[in-house]
């Protein structure tokens, strides 16, 4: 993959000077364009070789193009947060919203690239990275936003040359640190370990560049103009308008089961039962969150179900056992405009538990799924990818240290409409029923079959959904804290 960019190509200084401020201007320009349109977001992966000039074509392109619309991140160990899962939780709160460029500098693979260099990571290891890295550009590709990945490459003679040059000189020679000097040592494991990472994620929709980097003149005109020829070419495609319309109410589930039909909702609990019951679940609750097994692990508790089957109830008598300074809820309502610049699920990673902690999500991430699905807020290929975008968002959360546990509170149409009766009676109450809930009672049928559609493609083992038979609320709290307990303790 290497070899072309191993050729010596040069750019004489007069042609260099000739060719910058066109190019320059054109920069400018699409930058401009992509700006004003605020369509989608520009994240360009400035990576490579130690010494190939990756802080060079950064400030570089800062300077040339307009910086208050660029962020530029750097991805070395010494920015992370140990508190929060990584290194995926890290790279969605750096995306740029639609309209602005964000610059990796590094990109997300150089620590993985240097992990498995130094032994740190099994190459299973590393191939399980390298997927979820790729699901992540698929992921970010489908939702708008144009990757432009850059790899600047030396060889080892001229990473030599580089290294010696720049410690010759007093005013650079801090650029060149003793690590530096170790990974030119291992210069061909790099080599090799880079290859892999490249070929294994050049894709069609985020292929990689890979730049000669020898003649910093030549190095600066290519990236500059990979970059803008990827602007260009996006800004000159048509935007294709997909009809946003609602599921079928006959669109069967992919396995033609009812799960949710097939549920006993006559479950039920005699007070007595409930109190000796709940007492216990949630004396055990509050114990595991005090284990000091439990402070190296975060807990990420989703809440979905029926309109009033019970979800605030649950969710208080969950807090209820918790340290308050231990748990947040997270009430999930329309997005906000600065959420709807960003990939959908980015709101979402906003909320990750920290170690030790409970997030807790009054409805979440599988509204796409649910009420964008049924409503006809999402087009069809959307909520259709949503499965398998949200299967790797828990996945990564999950690899992070995460135990995510999922309840779908279920009760019957009868008993609904018993509870949204006595809202309406019961002055406390009022707030909790609106006209909107009426509305979606009239589509039980669809979200009936949206909720088996999302059971059968997003229940996995590694997080499974809880169907809780919520027509008692007494079974539904026990069953709910139960559940929680002994997700935990299986963790620890």
Known sequence: MFESAELGHRLGKAEY?????????????????????????????SA??????????????????????????????????????????????????????????????????????????????????????????????????????????????????????????????????KRDWEHHERYNRFRAVSERVLRETSTAEAPWTVVEATDARYRDVTVARALLDAMETRLGQRKVSIPRRA??????????????????????????????????????VAELSRSKHFHERGVAIVFEGNDAAGKGGAIRRVTSALDVRTYRVVPIAAPSEEERAQPYLWRFWRHVPRKGQFTIFDRSWYGRVLVERVEGFAAESDWMRAYREIVDFETSLIRSGIVVIKFWLAISKDEQLVRFRAREKTSFKRFKITEEDWRNRKKWDAYENAVCDMVDRTSTDLAPWTLV???????????VLETIGDAISKKI
């Open 17 to 45: 000077h000739k060719l910058v401020p066109t190019l320059r201007a054109a920069l400018l320009n699409a930058q401009m364009r992509v700006v004003e349109a605020a369509d989608f977001p520009v994240v360009l992966l």
């Open 48 to 177: 490579g070789v130690d010494g190939g000039g990756r802080a060079e074509v950064v400030n570089l392109l800062v300077e040339w193009m307009d910086p208050r619309h660029i962020s530029a991140v750097a991805t070395d160990e010494t920015t992370l947060d140990h508190g929060i899962p990584q290194p995926i939780w890290r790279h969605w709160q750096d995306l740029p919203p639609k309209g602005k460029l964000g610059v990796f500098f590094g990109s997300w693979y150089t620590p993985l690239i240097e992990d498995r260099v130094y032994r740190k990571i099994r190459d299973p290891e590393l191939a399980v990275a390298l997927d979820e890295l790729v699901g992540f550009e698929r992921m970010l590709v489908n939702e708008g936003a144009l990757i432009v990945k850059v790899w600047m490459h030396l060889t080892k003679k001229a990473q030599r040359k580089r290294f010696e040059t720049l410690e010759a000189d007093k005013t650079t020679a801090w650029r060149v640190t």
């Open 247 to 284: 599921a079928s109410l006959a669109r069967p589930s992919i396995d033609s089961r009812n799960v949710i039909a097939e549920l006993d909702l006559k479950k039920k609990l005699s007070d007595a039962d409930y109190r000796e019951r709940f007492s216990a679940a949630q004396a055990r």
């Open 469 to 479: 038979e919520a027509n008692d609320k007494n079974w539904a709290r026990v069953r």
